[in-house]
C-alpha cells in the first residue's frame, strides 16, 4: 500500500452501519402486530384452558328409590343430576336398571350398550332374562355381562345405601362380572 492510498482511508469517515426507514417500519409495524395478536389470542388461550384447570369435583350421590322396592329382577329407574360442565350447569335425566343380585347386594347397571352407545331395551321383554339392545342386537345377563356383539360388559353405578335409601353415585367399569 502506498502513501496516498493510506491517506485517502484516513481521510474518509467510518461508514456505520446504520437501519434504514424501510427497515425501522418494518420492526416496528411488526412487533406492533405481534403485540396485538398476542392480546387477542391470550383470552381465548385461557377461556379454553381454564375449565381444566379447575378442581375436579367429587361425584355426588343421588338418592333414587326405596331399598324395600328393590327386588331381584331390575328395574329401570330415572332420576336427575347436577352437572358442571366448564361454565355451562345442567341437569341431565339418566337412568340406571337397579337389583339385588344372587348374593342380596344391591347394583345398578347403566343402560348405555357398551358396542355404539344406544340405550338398552328393557330386562326380559324380548329375550328372557337378557337385556338387549335395539340398535344391533347385543345381549347382556343380569349382572351386564356381555353376551353377543358387545365387546364390554355393562358399565356399574357405584351405590350406597343409607337410611332405607339407595344412593347412585358415579359410574364405574362392572365389578360384578369377570
Given at each position: 500500500m502506498d502513501h496516498n492510498q493510506q491517506q485517502d482511508t484516513a481521510h474518509k469517515p467510518a461508514k456505520r452501519k446504520e437501519m434504514t426507514r424501510r427497515q425501522f417500519l418494518s420492526y416496528t409495524l411488526g412487533g406492533a402486530g405481534a403485540f396485538m395478536a398476542a392480546g387477542s389470542i391470550l383470552p381465548m388461550i385461557?377461556?379454553?384452558?381454564?375449565?381444566?384447570?379447575?378442581?375436579?369435583q367429587v361425584g355426588s350421590f343421588v338418592k333414587v328409590i326405596e331399598e324395600s322396592k328393590v327386588t331381584n329382577q331390575p328395574q329401570q329407574v330415572d332420576f336427575k343430576i347436577h352437572q358442571v360442565?366448564?361454565?355451562?350447569?345442567?341437569?341431565?335425566?339418566?337412568?340406571?336398571?337397579?337389583?339385588?343380585?344372587?348374593?342380596?347386594?344391591?347394583?345398578?347397571?347403566s343402560p348405555?350398550?357398551?358396542?355404539?352407545?344406544?340405550?338398552?331395551?328393557?330386562?326380559g321383554k324380548e329375550i328372557p332374562n337378557r337385556f338387549l339392545c335395539p340398535c344391533h342386537g347385543a345381549q347382556y345377563d343380569k349382572n351386564g355381562k356381555n353376551l353377543k356383539v358387545a365387546p364390554r360388559p355393562l358399565d356399574e353405578y357405584q351405590v350406597?345405601?343409607?337410611?332405607?335409601?339407595?344412593?347412585?353415585?358415579?359410574?364405574?367399569?362392572?365389578?360384578?362380572?369377570?
Open positions: 385461557r377461556f379454553a384452558v381454564d375449565p381444566l384447570l379447575q378442581p375436579k360442565d366448564g361454565w355451562y350447569e345442567s341437569d341431565p335425566k339418566l337412568q340406571a336398571w337397579v337389583t339385588k343380585g344372587d348374593d342380596g347386594v344391591v347394583y345398578a347397571l348405555v350398550c357398551k358396542h355404539l352407545g344406544c340405550t338398552i331395551g328393557q330386562f350406597k345405601l343409607n337410611n332405607g335409601w339407595v344412593y347412585l353415585g358415579p359410574l364405574e367399569p362392572n365389578t360384578r362380572v369377570k
